[in-house]
């Protein structure tokens, strides 16, 4: 089939998440936002060429998956939690071969003055 030997990458950038991770009790007890950017590689991509909705992925799910990844549990660490995200997108949506999650924290609790700290994952199928 067309579009089978044709790679596609999928970037969702700047999705915002109130919820609530970090090691310290006011993280704990209070929302806090993080800002995700995604990375989803697909070795091959049949929607290059049918240009149906059915034959890639569906960013909007994504989102979704993201949404419920991070908000569903607590998590202690950005890297458990950008994990977690990873591993739900993979399962979710079997034609990514991989993904790359930065997960942002855009207030952390440090004395100094910082825009945010962030992680980078990649998890591959």
Request: proline share 4%; glycine share 6%.
């Amino acid at each position: 089939m067309p579009g089978q030997g044709q790679a596609a990458v999928l970037r969702i950038e700047g999705l915002e998440v109130t919820a609530r991770h970090g090691l310290l009790p006011q993280e704990k007890e209070s929302d806090q936002l993080f800002r995700f950017d995604l990375e989803l590689r697909m070795g091959s991509c049949p929607a290059c060429v049918s240009d149906k909705i059915e034959d890639t992925v569906d960013y909007a799910a994504v989102i979704d998956d993201v949404v419920a990844a991070a908000t569903t549990r607590q998590y202690e660490l950005l890297e458990r939690l950008a994990t977690v995200v990873a591993g739900a997108v993979l399962e979710r949506h079997v034609t990514v071969d991989s993904v790359l999650v930065r997960v942002e924290k855009a207030a952390p609790p440090v004395d100094q003055a910082v825009g945010s700290v962030s992680v980078i994952v990649e998890v591959e199928r």
